[in-house]
């Protein structure tokens, strides 16, 4: 008896016939989802690269004779400018660019003379910091704010709560990261001399800047948690979990919470990629010695290679954050792979 006739009287031959195909379907869908991401994170980078090219050239300006002041002399300042190949054709710039990028040379500060590569390395680590300790804020308070405004308010319970608490949350989530901070430092630096007005000098210094930078993103994220908990708190097994006379917290932390981790972690991963972003006019704001604030002044005095360095670092964050969100919701949640599809 051959193996087909042996598999098609135990009926184990349809089985597997059936499980090979779903196995082969399932690590296409994979395959075609990571190319598509590939492929849009290629097309991603290239118009980034070019669009901070080309925009920060269109800043009105010599940026030679502004980095060597105006007491240069004329001999002096085409010579630097030849140095750093500043008289060839744009097109000629753009190629070389190109080439430095993927060898790894970012080109060299007009103004301070130094790798822009040493620049960020040295300025990362604080934005770093500020954007990483906002994100965490936002999940410490974001998601508690969240649940609890959707056990409180569930079922159209306690109107002036839920008026109250959606008016306060809908005006932070929209107020800018800077307003924030100047009415912060009015209040507890001014006002109160509570806190250091500006600068990195020791713990209390980052309480302003991580809270101007984490209100607005706790308020929004606390809405889409109170938004995903309603509908949790309707679910069968939330029911059941009551039925069994289960006490309240029990079924909010044990139940409940777990589910709305996964999409609370998916929406913070994204959120941390406009943190990162808006982390340029906080760190203005409180003078802040990171990329934010390195990447003003770098336009201010027409950096070119600063300029460009670090707004392809600060795109390439975003877009790597963005992808690696992607694939953690993919592999939490295959179906959403394919119903890209």
Do not use: C
Not at 116 to 136: D, G, H, K
Not at 245 to 253: E, G, K
């Amino acid at each position: 008896m051959t193996q087909q006739q042996i598999a098609s009287t135990t009926g184990s031959g349809a089985l597997t016939a059936t499980r090979r195909p779903r196995q082969g379907r399932a690590r296409g869908t994979w395959s075609a989802f990571l190319l598509r991401r590939l492929g849009r994170l290629a097309i991603s980078i290239v118009a980034l690269v070019t669009v901070s090219f080309f925009m920060i050239r269109l800043v009105p300006g010599d940026p030679i004779r502004n980095a060597l002041g105006i007491n240069a002399t004329p001999a002096v300042v085409e010579a630097r400018r030849e140095a750093l190949g500043l008289n060839l054709p744009l097109w000629e710039q753009y190629l070389r660019f190109w080439q430095g990028l993927f060898t790894g040379d970012l080109g060299e500060s007009f103004s301070l003379q130094i790798p822009v590569s040493q620049i960020i390395a040295q300025r990362l680590p604080a934005t770093l910091e500020l954007a990483l300790l906002a994100l965490v804020t936002m999940l410490v308070f974001a998601i508690p704010i969240g649940l609890a405004a959707a056990a409180l308010t569930r079922g159209g319970r306690r109107r002036g709560l839920e008026l109250g608490y959606t008016s306060v949350s809908g005006f932070f989530a929209v107020v800018p990261e800077f307003l924030i901070g100047v009415g912060l430092i009015y209040v507890f630096a001014v006002q109160l001399h509570l806190l250091p007005v500006a600068g990195r000098t020791g713990p209390a210094s980052y309480l302003l800047p991580v809270a101007a930078l984490s209100i607005g993103s706790i308020a929004a994220m606390s809405r889409i948690v109170r938004a995903e908990a309603l509908t949790v708190l309707d679910q069968d097994y939330i029911r059941t979990a009551r039925a069994k006379r289960m006490p309240a917290w029990r079924v909010y932390l044990r139940h409940a919470l777990p589910n709305l981790l996964t999409s609370a972690l998916t929406i913070g991963g994204l959120v941390l990629g406009g943190l990162i972003a808006g982390t340029v006019l906080v760190e203005t704001i409180f003078s802040w010695p990171g990329l934010g604030l390195t990447i003003v002044n770098s336009i201010r005095d027409k950096d070119y290679p600063v300029a460009q360095g670090v707004i392809i670092l600060y795109g390439l964050i975003v877009l790597l954050v963005t992808l690696l969100v992607d694939v953690v919701l993919v592999l939490l949640d295959p179906r959403s792979a394919l119903k890209e599809n």
